[in-house]
Structures are given as C-alpha cells and as structure tokens.
C-alpha cells in the first residue's frame, strides 16, 4: 500500500505503508507527510485536503487531528478524488515496466511519482474542477425535477 499526496503544482510527498494501515498510521502519517508536502507545492495556507469515505479516513481519531491541525477537508466521493486518477496512470507506467518482486514494484512506483509531471497534475486538478461542476449542475437539476414531482 502507497500514500501520496498532489496539487495542482505536482506531487508531493509518498510513502510505502508495510502491512495493514489503520487509522493510528494514518494519523502518524499526515503527521509526517502531510504539511511538508504542503510546504514543498509552496500551497500557503488555501488548500483542502481530499480523501475518500474510508472508515479510517472519517475516525474520531482522523478527525480530532485534522481539527486540531487546522485542515480542511470535505467529505468526498472516491470517484470525485482526482488521486484516483493519478493512480490509475501510476498503475498503468508501472505495469508497462513488468516489475518481478514487491522491491522493484515499489522501486518503480517511487520513479513514476517522480516523474508525475505538474502539467499532468494540473490537468487532474482542472479536469477535478470540471467534474465538480458537472455534479453541481446534476444535483441542481435533480433536485429540481424531484420538487416538481410533489
């Protein structure tokens, strides 16, 4: 299992999670990651961080420290996290490479977020934007064919 964080601006900071993450590692990694990365993408102090609706992600303890530490994050939907989609591609470079052992495999993966350009990471984000609005607009619209039902 991989952690990794990005903006607009490029990647950020990634780490290799060895065994099972639970929600006190998960605490212990934003500890370590999340703020230097914050500070590497040069994001100052207008930036929301994104995850999923995983149980560890939405625990008393995740959320105590997030309050804590002043970090914005809304709840979101896995398919509307553009990390999904940086996912995806990093699957994609690495399978093309054919790792043979868990070494190599994390090895590649290293190289590959590296190399995750900030145009590309750009363009996730901007296309993020687009999806949001997309969803903002289905809402709206269901919402209002759900009024006029009534």
């Known amino acids: 299992m991989l952690w990794g964080c990005f903006a607009a601006g490029g ?13 006190e590692n998960y605490v212990d990694i934003l500890k370590q990651y999340l703020k230097t990365s914050v500070r590497k993408l040069k994001l100052g102090r207008k930036w929301v961080f994104q995850m999923d609706n995983d ?27 553009p990390i999904e989609d940086l996912r995806a591609e990093l699957k994609k470079r690495v399978r ?41 607009l289905f809402l709206t619209h269901w919402e209002c064919d759900e009024r006029n039902k009534s």
């Open 11 to 23: 990647t950020g900071a990634h780490h290799k999670i060895d065994g099972i993450m639970r929600q």
């Open 55 to 81: 149980p560890k992600h939405t625990s008393k303890v995740m959320t105590k420290w997030l309050k804590d530490n002043k970090v914005k994050w809304p709840s979101q939907s896995p398919d509307l996290n």
């Open 96 to 136: 093309a490479r054919r790792p043979t052992n868990l070494t190599q495999l994390h090895q590649l993966y290293q190289e590959e977020w590296a190399k995750s350009y900030p145009t590309y990471c750009g363009k996730l984000v901007e296309g993020h934007l687009k999806r949001l609005t997309q969803v903002k």
